[in-house]
């Protein structure tokens, strides 16, 4: 009796050791396939679907941190922000097959909105308590809040378009909505120039200004390879395979969840969905700030903000004439827009000095919850 407690204290270890707390919602990957194949409600189905993708996403970015350690800075960096946003990517390609164009646009915001508001937010008040303020590099995070900027000046112009050319942005809550030729060529040609300027910027970042997003010393302490390179690729197959599954489950289970708990898709997609997506890499963040360590919690929360909206965002719209049934234009409706915008103006505002408190943190939150509620009630 004695020796199998440790031996289960042990176990626990190693899975903890693997990808952190997430891993102890594993169980719901089985509850949730086991539920939509007997035939359960959507909204079990729902939640048991959303809390599975978690611990995949958490492997998933356990893997690709184990081949990054191996394969050096350049590779390494690559590999990072190529696997940082696949749980994401995965979730909103299984929607958009599905035709649920709304709530990919909206999932695309809300990961925007909550990296900003809620991770940053969250991680410059975690990491604020105690402490009179935090630095960071500011010459870093002008960087990456540059190119989020660029990012929003290419997602807004469509939207302009629709705007004063066509009929007027779109609901809500709105269905696949078909804008017509010249929308649709207008957001082709902005997603190409979108994925130019994402692998610009990986040229900046990963080469001819590494030195400026070389983290301090302090933020590699927990960055050392201790998987072999075969175990790192089997996770990470095995993750996304994992994350395919519970995202064609979640995303089956949306129209009617939103519609027994009478929320709108806007909303899941917007909050649950991005909440979801992103939830092992919130916690990151957040650890990491509390450690002192905001240099990598501002890389996470701003620099994923600007993957997703120039790398994800353009990929999505492209992949809309391959899959789904009809194209996917790049144009947000009005809420979306204007919390992207303030999201990324209060990132610029509070990251500009390199330093932070536990009060603008719990500004930023307070920002979040106030889009939330505005999107929850739209």
């Known amino acids: 009796m004695n020796a199998q407690l440790p031996a289960n204290r042990s176990i626990l270890r190693r899975l903890l050791d693997s990808a952190g707390w997430p891993i102890l919602l594993v169980i719901f990957i089985p509850v949730a396939v086991i539920l ?51 749980p994401e990517l995965i979730i909103a390609l299984v929607a958009l097959e599905a035709g649920l164009h709304e709530v990919v646009k909206a999932s695309i915001a809300g990961s925007i909105i909550g990296n900003i508001l809620l991770v940053l937010g969250a991680s410059m008040f975690v990491g604020g308590l ?50 017509g030729a010249s929308v649709e060529m207008l957001s082709i040609v902005v997603a190409v120039v979108m994925l130019f300027a994402y692998g610009a910027g990986l040229l900046f970042s990963l080469k001819t200004h590494r030195r400026v997003f070389n ?27 994992l994350v395919a599954v519970m995202s064609e489950i979640l995303v089956g289970s949306i129209e009617e969840t939103a519609h027994k708990l009478d929320i709108s898709e806007f909303f899941i997609g917007a909050i649950i969905v991005a909440i979801v997506g992103n939830a092992a890499e919130h916690w990151v963040a957040v650890l990491a700030a509390r450690k002192n360590q905001m240099n990598l919690a501002v890389n996470i929360s701003i620099g994923s903000s600007a993957q997703i909206a120039l790398f994800v965002a353009p990929v999505l719209i492209l992949a809309s004439h391959l899959i789904g049934p009809h194209p996917m234009a790049l144009v947000f409706n009005g809420f979306e827009l204007a919390a992207l915008i303030l999201s990324a103006l209060l990132a610029s505002q509070v990251t500009r000095d390199g330093r932070s408190t536990w009060f603008e943190g719990l500004q930023l939150l307070a920002v979040y919850v106030m889009i939330g509620l505005s999107f929850l009630i739209a």
Request: without cysteine; neutral net charge.
């Open 130 to 179: 105690g402490r009179d303020e935090q630095k960071f590099s500011s010459r870093a995070a002008g960087a990456q809040t540059t190119m989020l900027f660029l990012a929003l000046a290419a997602i807004v112009m469509p939207a302009v378009y629709q705007l004063v050319v066509g009929s007027g942005l779109p609901k809500p809550n709105a269905t696949i909505v078909d804008y």
């Open 215 to 241: 983290p301090e010393p302090a933020d590699l302490e927990a960055i050392s390879a201790s998987w072999s390179t075969r175990k790192s690729v089997i996770a990470l197959a095995i993750a996304g395979l």
């Open 36 to 86: 939509q194949y007997a035939g359960g409600g959507s909204t079990a189905i729902f939640i048991t679907a959303a809390l599975g993708v978690i611990p995949t996403a958490a492997l998933m970015g356990r893997a690709t941190e184990e081949l990054a350690a191996r394969s050096g800075a350049g590779i390494g960096g690559l590999l990072n922000v190529t696997f940082g946003n696949a």
